[in-house]
């Protein structure tokens, strides 16, 4: 198993293929939320080819098909847990875009189950959309009895309603795999009081763009998002914040640690595992996304972060021209966005 490595591909298929079991420390993974929107800020609009490589790539959107049969048929065969809780799904939900959902889900968790470590943790990042359901899910494939916290991350941008209580927070689960985890209660204690966990009694770190404050150690986190003009911005739809990242590695891996990111999208984990190289605290890492405009992104990321220092395997990408003849055939959105300029790193979001 490679680790500084960035797989271009499904996650499924490269869990399945390339990550050995119990070989990972810790996992965060930010999965798409079924929350039917297409994410249409990626690329200025030129015309209705680069609208459709955008949406191609960055749809998030699900339906109930042929393919999310076969996923729930396969899950239900399986037996245990995971299938008994699939089955009250479908007698619940009937078969609908949130059983597909779940049916995309419910494979991919379970292999993350078999590569993570016994001193493991696992973060699934997720909105009021599905939270419910994958918490139900989460304890099928883990264990209720793992199930370590509730994560409220809270942050002041987005919209208001005249009909709402405005929605100002996502979830994050925490579960582990056995009883006895990593977790650096001291490094937690202090998070943010420095900007990197190193002590201190000031319970604020401030950056030039804003300030993250935290409280301690609690299951509701006060981050700020990125705001339009931040350094950290990308243009990626669901970019998340280092800071977000930062206190979850921190908090949940040490040194020579494996990170594996599934939905590594932008890069975010990756970057921060890099970043806390640089600051002398190593983590290795393994991210997959299954876009090649998002591994390019994560490319152009980390040679601008690192000034091109950065070492790393990329695996699955089409580098010969056969390769990238067929892949273009098989699926022409995947090289739309960059051969005919929707696509540019550097002004995105």
């Known amino acids: 198993m490679d680790t500084n490595a960035l797989y271009y591909g499904d996650n499924l298929d490269i869990l ?5 079991n119990e070989s990972v420390d810790l996992i965060y993974l930010d999965p ?15 015309d209705e080819v680069c609208a459709a490589a955008q949406i191609k790539a960055f749809g998030d959107t699900w339906s109930w098909d042929t393919d999310s049969a076969r996923s729930y048929r396969e899950i239900v065969v399986m037996g245990g847990t995971v299938s008994q809780v699939m089955q009250a799904f479908h007698t619940f939900l009937g078969e609908n875009n949130m059983l597909a959902y779940l049916s995309m889900m419910a494979p991919r968790l379970t292999e993350l189950r078999r590569v993570l470590k016994p001193t493991g943790s696992i973060y699934l990042h997720c909105d009021p959309t599905a939270s419910h359901y994958l918490k139900l899910l989460m304890d099928a494939v883990f264990g209720a009895g793992n199930f370590r916290n509730e994560i409220v991350w809270c942050y002041k941008s987005g919209g208001a309603s005249k009909y709402h209580f405005a929605k100002k927070h996502d979830i994050i689960f925490r579960y582990t795999k056995i009883n006895k985890f990593a977790f650096n209660y001291e490094k937690e204690k202090s998070y943010g009081e420095t900007g990197g966990g190193q002590g201190g009694k000031v319970q604020y770190y401030k950056d030039e763009n804003g300030t993250y404050s935290y409280a301690g150690i609690k299951d509701w986190w006060t981050i700020s998002m990125l705001s339009t003009t931040h350094s950290e911005r990308l243009g990626y739809p669901t970019q998340k914040p280092e800071a977000l990242m930062e206190r979850i590695i921190t908090a949940s891996s040490n040194d020579g640690d494996v990170i594996l990111d599934p939905f590594c999208g932008c890069g975010t984990t990756i970057a921060v595992a890099e970043r806390l190289k640089m600051k002398g605290h190593p983590r290795n890492w393994i991210g997959i996304d299954n876009t090649h405009l998002a591994i390019a992104l994560i490319k152009n990321r980390l040679s601008d972060m690192t000034i091109g220092k950065a070492k790393y395997t990329v695996i699955g990408e089409p580098v010969a021209l056969q390769g990238a003849k067929e892949l273009a055939d098989s699926d022409k959105y995947q090289f739309q966005g960059k051969n005919q300029e929707c696509f540019n790193p550097t002004n995105q979001d």
């Open 16 to 20: 399945k293929g390339y990550v050995k």
């Open 32 to 46: 798409p939320f079924n929350s039917k929107q297409n994410y249409n800020v990626l690329f200025a609009e030129q």
